[in-house]
């Protein structure tokens, strides 16, 4: 059995471990070495790396976690991204023979253009793309590939791991109350996050059941978010699209 480790690295991000019981572990999105060192230090053994996109606090630590360990780095087809040893997109596998691990590569633009995400032995690994309750801002992509993003992830297995690239879920999930107001299914998962947070726990991993019930983002054809944005915009949304692209947009103005 393969456990998802989140390593709190910089300000709020996650570099996340998917690690063996031997302490053999695949690194995703290392944007800080430093985290990653301490944990070998304590007895992992990195043995590969998988970077989601090109922001620096995702890719700063790759590529002297790459020389240290002497590990090849996958990386999605983006010339921003300097550390990488091999080239994926989506469609393709990345296999680690040291986990017996076969990863699906699928392609989710939106955040940035290139953006992949990584899925595998009942995890995912989604940088940031989707969120716990959220997804990220559309810093390259246009609404209507970004929501096929989402559809995309959404469409995964219901008991998988959503391992995101930041804690953000308190946050998110004031946003989500906003959004849609009526949902105690999310409410009680914001209650369990609450929890966490005050022990100094993560809130993360999430499960894809979860995020399908209770994140605004993959629920924009629901009554109360097409009706919450129906109010914020002054008019109903013409079509899917136009709806997750306001949504995105009032959250990135939000405040509760």
Not at 3 to 26: F, K, S, T
Not at 113 to 122: I, K, T
Request: glycine share 8%.
């Amino acid at each position: 059995m393969l456990r998802a480790i989140p390593l709190p690295a910089l300000q709020d991000n996650y570099i996340w471990l998917l690690a063996a019981p031997g302490g053999e572990a695949l690194v995703v999105d290392p944007g800080d070495a430093g985290p990653v060192l301490q944990a070998a230090a304590e007895g992992l053994r990195p043995v590969a790396i998988v970077l989601t996109h090109h922001h620096a606090d995702h890719v700063g630590g790759a590529a002297a976690l790459r020389d240290h360990f002497g590990i090849p780095c996958h990386a999605p087809h983006d010339e921003r991204i300097t550390a990488a040893t091999a080239r994926v997109a989506h469609g393709d596998q990345v296999h680690v023979e040291a986990l017996d691990l076969a990863m699906d590569v699928i392609g989710v633009p939106g955040h940035t253009l290139s953006h992949v995400a990584f899925h595998g032995a009942g995890h995912l690994f989604c940088g940031d793309t989707l969120f716990s309750l959220g997804c990220g801002r559309m810093f390259e992509g246009q609404p209507a590939p970004y929501l096929d993003s989402l559809q995309r992830l959404a469409a995964l297995p219901a008991d998988t791991a959503v391992c995101c690239g930041h804690e953000y879920t308190e946050a998110n999930g004031r946003f989500a109350c906003a959004a849609e107001p009526d949902n105690p299914v999310r409410d009680q998962r914001l209650a369990q996050v609450r929890s966490l947070r005050a022990r100094g726990l993560p809130s993360v991993p999430s499960t894809m059941a979860s995020e399908r019930d209770c994140n605004p983002f993959l629920r924009i054809d629901q009554p109360g978010v097409r009706a919450s944005l129906a109010r914020h915009l002054g008019r109903e949304p013409r079509d899917r699209a136009e709806a997750f692209g306001a949504l995105r947009l009032w959250k990135d103005t939000f405040t509760p």
